[in-house]
């Protein structure tokens, strides 16, 4: 098995890449020239916004992992002509030149409603409005509507590994006024890597399914681990399932956290 990875570089791929490895997968990553990849990968330079470089870089591969994509900027041209069109030109390549690798799409939690009556379900009708998650939902039916064999992961917040993600959230969230019961649903680096090894199985094949770990946890939980000192409220909670997802279907596909919960990584000194 040969795995493509799109976003080799950002906050996912490194660490991905550097699991898949260990786990003996034969691992090629799309990257611009001059950027750092981890041991035993191997290098293909280009971009999915130049579709003449992918050719050369999906040739021989059976699953392609696609995570490149852009999300903290105002730009929404920039996010629009990435998430949508990088993802338009990467599936062109593979039906043209790998038709028979598998698609993995890294999709986000982002795109459910925040007014939901319950945590989103994969079978929710979506139709957000800013251009990271819309942008996303595009993507998600290029590829759905594409002749490969696709499976679309929906991935919650992100944390571990000192990424430094989890630090930065309390600040961010008291920033844009949330409430500290508010919860999200999370997943660790390492069960990216256990999310995308059972995909590379097929067992999500022509699914989309949401990928998080045991427990939700809320602002001022996840504060407190941090040693961030969060603004305190006893108002109700207008959205009380805002950002948390469903992940019945998950786990009924055989998809187990190794990392229940932040708690257990901070135990464990994965954070």
Not at 33 to 51: H, M, Q, W
Not at 68 to 77: H, I, N, Q
Not at 159 to 176: I, N, R, S, V
Request: aromatic residues 6%; glycine residues 8%.
């Amino acid at each position: 098995m040969t795995v493509l990875v799109t976003g080799g570089t950002g906050l996912v791929g490194p660490r991905l890449l550097k699991r898949l490895t260990e786990a003996g997968i034969e691992c090629r990553a799309l990257v611009r020239p001059g950027k750092e990849l981890p041991d035993g990968v191997e290098r293909a330079e280009g971009d999915i916004l130049s579709p003449e470089t992918l050719p050369t870089a999906v040739q021989g591969v059976t699953a392609v992992i696609h995570l490149a994509a852009v999300f903290r900027t105002r730009d929404d041209d920039q996010i629009w002509t990435v998430n949508r069109e990088g993802t338009r030109n990467l599936i062109a390549a593979v039906q043209q030149h790998a038709p028979d690798a598998r698609f993995l799409l890294a999709s986000t939690s982002n795109v459910y409603d925040a007014e939901s009556s319950r945590p989103g379900r994969e079978g929710d009708a979506v139709a957000p409005t800013l251009a990271y998650p819309a942008s996303k939902i595009e993507a998600e039916n290029l590829l759905r509507a594409s002749e490969l064999t696709w499976a679309i992961l929906r991935l919650p917040f992100i944390y571990g590994d000192q990424d430094g993600h989890l630090e930065t959230l309390p600040e961010l969230a008291a920033d844009m006024g949330w409430h500290p019961a508010q919860k999200l649903s999370v997943i660790h680096h390492a069960d990216i890597a256990t999310a995308f090894t059972l995909a590379l199985t097929g067992a999500f094949d022509g699914r989309t399914v949401n990928i998080a770990d045991e427990s939700p946890l809320s602002i001022y939980e996840m504060s407190q681990i941090v040693g961030y000192d969060y603004p305190s409220s006893a108002e109700p909670l207008a959205q009380p399932w805002k950002g948390q997802m469903d992940v019945t279907l998950a786990r009924s596909l055989g998809f187990t956290p190794t990392i229940s919960t932040i708690y257990e990584a901070a135990r464990t000194r994965a954070l």
